[in-house]
């Protein structure tokens, strides 16, 4: 089954900051371009392993998180690997997050809906 036909949540056009521990090149800084309560896509210029676990740390838009300043840290899982725009991408499902990111209503994160 496509991944698309089994996303559970609804997608948001969000460029968020990320960054996550790679095992070779150390700490990334990249963006997230995708994202939804279960997941997200995101570009990165180091090779990650499917299947491979990353501790990610996103900062989230005032308009979704209600703060001015709100970082979500999570693990996430690469769940595939995509050319996306000329770089590599890939799809993480996060599988750990702090608490309250779920809580963030339908309402709030309309405004970013694809």
């Not at 948001?12 to 371009?33: D, K, N």
């Not at 896509?41 to 703060?67: C, D, M, W, Y």
């Not at 996430?76 to 996060?94: D, F």
Request: hydrophobic content about 40%; some cysteine.
């Amino acid at each position: 089954m496509p991944v698309s036909d089994r996303r559970g949540d609804p997608r948001f056009m969000l460029i968020i900051p990320v960054r996550f521990h790679h095992p070779s090149a150390g700490e990334i800084a990249t963006q997230a371009v995708n994202v939804s309560r279960s997941g997200l896509f995101l570009k990165s210029p180091q090779k990650l392993a499917v299947g491979s676990s990353l501790h990610l740390n996103l900062r989230v838009p005032t308009e979704i998180s209600g703060s001015v300043f709100s970082e979500l840290r999570c693990t996430g899982r690469v769940v595939h690997e995509r050319q996306a725009e000329g770089s590599i991408g890939y799809g993480i499902e996060i599988v750990r997050l702090t608490s309250g990111f779920r809580a963030v209503s339908n309402a709030q994160a309309s405004a970013f809906r694809v």
